[in-house]
């Protein structure tokens, strides 16, 4: 008995020796040296530079050009823009017609600080455009949900089911 005590006792106390070595205590100490001295070298952006990088995309978002993909109605668009195939950013070109069936998405207009419903419908009946390509998903569903997604030909429906172009109407503010 007096034995296995003193067996369970030495091997207590090499196990703590063991964690508390001299050598263990001075290379965790270096590892925490090591760890302190990479913390500037994350990639943390500067304030400065975060601020301008702020501002590059505000001034992005607030664009006024209804041709460029950035223009505040298209953040849910996923195709032509029809300002740049002979329609505008709301009304199909001559010669196609706008798909009666449609998905919706709500955008925020940074001019005035309110949402709005949009309606994104395919206009029809001609090969596709190929200007002002703009593919933007915020808020989109998967496809499950048909009327929220936006990879869809909305042409489907109609005569003529080419797909054109597609053109962004608002349908009303969102939350009245
Ligand atoms: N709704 C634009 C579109 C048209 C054809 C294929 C995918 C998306």
């Known amino acids: 008995m007096q034995e296995r005590l003193d067996r369970l006792a030495e091997r207590a106390a090499r196990g703590l020796a063991r964690h508390t ?9 270096g590892r925490v040296l090591t760890g302190a001295a990479l913390v500037p070298l994350l990639p943390v952006m500067r304030g400065s530079q975060a601020q301008a990088a702020e501002h590059a995309a505000k001034a992005k978002a607030e664009t006024t050009d209804p041709n460029s993909c950035e223009y505040w109605k298209f953040c849910a668009i996923d195709g032509f823009l029809c300002g740049c195939c002979g329609g505008s950013s709301s009304s199909c070109p001559p010669g196609t017609q706008q798909s ?13 600080g309110r949402d709005y419903i949009m309606s994104y419908n395919d206009c029809c009946g001609k090969t ?12 989109e569903k998967p496809m499950y949900r048909l009327s929220l997604n936006n990879d869809v030909n909305w042409c489907m429906a ?3 089911p080419n797909y054109h172009c597609s053109v962004s109407v ?7």
């Open 128 to 139: 596709s455009c190929g200007s002002c390509f703009c593919n933007r998903n915020e808020g």
């Open 158 to 160: 109609n005569d003529n």
């Open 170 to 176: 608002v349908l009303g503010v969102a939350g009245k």
């Open 21 to 29: 070595s001299r050598r263990g205590f001075l290379s965790a100490f």
């Open 100 to 112: 009666p069936i449609t998905w919706i998405g709500t955008c925020h207009n940074p001019a005035d």
